[in-house]
């Protein structure tokens, strides 16, 4: 069965240090990976996906099939970056998202 | 991408009611989702809704609890039915495809 971990409830860096959220992933099929964000107050938004391989608000991500990994990335933690961010994939013929547990980033002044 | 409203934003129920839960979205979709996020845990998928047939359920959840309507293209409801404490959580629903999902503002249902 598929499987999303996300092993940080909550990842605390200060502002300008760079921020590595980890993502690994179990599923038999090809990935597809996303991530998703949701800010204080705000609904659930998709950030970026693998495919499109682009960087969004700074952040990029990685598939590593070897791994099974899906790191979110950024070099310098900016204060707005503070919320939570899922991992999700997708399956079951392209309908279905898996989503890891989140990790809160705090970004500290 | 499609702009979804739902409603309501939060409710608290007695246990042993059921709560209507609607999305309206802005265009048409072919499928619509709805997720369940219980407290400090993550976003868990309850069924996926087609227009013009029966909803179809992930393991673990059933139509005679979490009945769903989808009349048209653009909406449907869930229904959380004879509630007790444990059904307290954060509902959204979802559309979209392989390119990316929009999520509802979700509903926060405390049941006591």
């Known amino acids: 069965a598929q499987r999303v971990t996300q092993p940080e409830k909550l990842l605390s860096v200060f502002k300008g240090a760079p921020v590595e959220l980890k993502c690994n992933y179990s599923y038999s099929g090809s990935p597809e990976l996303f991530w998703y964000v949701q800010y204080s107050r705000q609904r659930l938004q998709l950030l970026l996906r693998h495919i499109s391989r682009e960087s969004i608000k700074g952040f990029t991500a990685d598939l590593n099939k070897g791994e099974t990994s899906f790191h979110l990335k950024k070099p310098f933690a900016q204060e707005e970056d503070s919320a939570m961010y899922y991992c999700?994939?997708?399956?079951?013929?392209?309908?279905?998202?898996?989503f890891g547990t989140g990790t809160q980033l705090k970004v500290e002044l | 991408s499609a702009v979804i409203s739902q409603k309501p934003s939060r409710d608290i129920c007695q246990r042993g009611t059921s709560l209507t839960i609607q999305c309206q979205v802005d265009s048409q979709v072919t499928m619509m989702f709805w997720y369940r996020q219980q407290p400090g845990q993550s976003l868990t998928l309850i069924a996926t809704?087609?227009?013009?047939?029966?909803?179809?359920?992930e393991s673990g959840f059933v139509i005679d609890k979490f009945p769903i309507s989808r009349p048209n293209l653009t909406f449907s409801t869930l229904t959380v039915s004879n509630m007790s404490p444990e059904d307290s959580s954060i509902y959204l629903c979802s559309v979209g495809a392989g390119d990316g999902y929009t999520f509802g503002s979700g509903t926060r249902l405390t049941v006591v």
């Open positions: 809704a087609n227009q013009g047939s029966e909803a179809t359920y």
């Open positions: 999700a994939l997708l399956t079951g013929g392209g309908n279905k998202l898996t």
